[in-house]
């Protein structure tokens, strides 16, 4: 749970009073460049501390970072390792104790349907596996939340699909949050939306209640037009914002 | 390895960590197969070798380092984000702890045959730990020096430039005693009779254990407070830096003494035809050759009387050429190199340069008719009167030229020999 989080870089403020709270499935982040989705993203995962506010980990009120597994839009992995190399390293980095790392990357590469590709040098995967292996990089010290950033850029349709199988797989047993662009895979993998404008959290609802407020004219594009049409329209709507 | 084990301790696959341990021990097993041949074997300079081989060894543990520390710690990587719990001085013990094993783990394989020669042949002393331990922290610092570099510059093709700094890093203490405490290649290495200062040895330990510790602090603060976004690191990571500035300085400024020399070192003598012979206790083996080897000289020259032969190893301080040529040419006093890698015969050249006074004549710096004659006799009394070449005595009898040298004994001992005076 964000609670009244707010975020300065020197003068400028990032993030003014967010409220929110995050359940289990598969939360989405929306909202346009420079909203301060990313300042968001990185407090979630622990990579700076909100300057007001606390975020909450559990019911106890715990007030610090809590266990987050976090693909980065832009990540690099080392050609030269196994695919289970790669997550098994990343497990331990997390905190795995070492003797179940083997453990952990098996299951996390099951999750993300790259079992048979473990014995594989990294190299030789495509896009889409790679971001997949990303996310079993990130799954393997079973996370309490899953923070995925703009996973499915770049990617051809058929592996965005496979992609989504994969996040919409994850999100049945733990909290996944999801910032994107794309508003099918809002409409396709979330239960709830959040969008963030100039710093604040401006909606906060269901990804059905998002729907009938962009319209379904808008939503019937991933790119283009009806895309950005679809969401200034939601965010005039919302938060009065232009741009 | 099977399927069932990733590997966590060197994901990178174990080449990284093998090719650079293979090339380490290749390098000392090479450098040091000179040695190996030698007669007999000193403790004080196959001590002195683990930290002489560092000069080759040290840049490869350093691009090793880098290329490791290049693939697997820039923040971009998805398994070294900072906010990992084990990012930080667990990621960094990891990774040094793997390579610093693996690299003092070759490297002590490569000294293996020479440390087995040293206990079969040496006969004096024993290995000096402190030493030894100088030439293995090199061998850390180096491997720290490197990760750092791959740390700091997040990728893995800045392994040749950490090959070349640690390359000119070791050349800087061949350049002379400047650098001497604070790099682990000498540029000249102690024999018997010699060794090393504890106070210079000290302060070299503590210079390498403090770049260890500094380096690995730094890396240690980057791995777990760099991010993506930006090139440079936070500043308070590197406070540690200007720990190993600080200790750089005080032996420039006073350069401490490389070597202490033996006081009253254990000597072996032996009296042969009025010729004293003298080695220290860890040369005994070499007495026998060196009486062998000089006694048929003696013989020839026929007029030697009270002259000691006396191994250098028991002088107590530096001999230099002049030291050999000069000043104890003057006396009956031999100083005599025993070295492992000279043979004894290359040796007596000292002891026909003093019997025939050409000794004395380079003491005075005489390049005359007196000198001329001084070392035509000189290459007469070291061949037996076998000569080569031009020599005034070619062609005369051993006993003719015995006689003669006998009746000019002063002339040839005082450089003033004259082509009228020849036999």
Redesign the interface.
Known sequence: MVENVGFTYGRKQALSDVNWAVDTGITGLLGPNGAGKTTLLNLL???AKPTTGRIVVDDTGRSS?PR?G???Q?????G???V????????????VP?KE??DA?AKALAAVQLDEF??SRVRSLSGGQRQR??VA??LA?EPDILVLDEPTVGLDPGQRLRLREVIADLGSSRTVLLSTHLIEDVSHLCKRVGVLAKGKLVFDGTEAELTTMIGDVQLDGTLGSSFERGYLELINRLGGVSE | MS???????W???PLPILVPSFLITVTVLMSTITMRGWEFQEWVRTSAEFHQQNAFVGPIAAAAATYWAG??T?P????????????GHK?VILHLGTLMTAFLISYSVGFIPIVAATVRLAEYGGPAPLVIASGYLGVMAATAFGYFIGVIGRTALLAPVSFVLMFGVAVLGTGGDTFSALVPVLHITPSLGSVETVPFVSYRLAFLVLVIVSFVLTCVGIVKRQ??GTRFPPLRTLVALPLVVLLVIPPLVHPPALFAFEVDPPRVCLNEQGVEYCVHEGHRSQLSNIVSAVDPLIKIHGSVSDVRIVDEALRGAYVNFDDRMSVYAMSNFIWYPVDPFNSAESSIRLVSSHLSGLARCRQERKYDVSADLASDLEQWLRTSGSTYGENVFQGRTVEVVKTWIAQHKQAIETCSLTASQLP
């Open positions: 995962a622990g990579l970072s987050v976090f693909v980065p832009r990540f690099s992995l080392a030269e390792m196994k289970r190399d790669t997550v098994a390293y990343a497990a331990w980095v997390n905190g070492r790392c083997p990357s473990a014995t292996l990303g990089a990130a010290h | 399927d069932r084990s990733p590997r966590t301790l994901p990178l696959g693939r697997l820039p971009q990587r998805v398994f070294a984000q900072p906010f990992a719990a084990r990012n990621v991010r993506s």
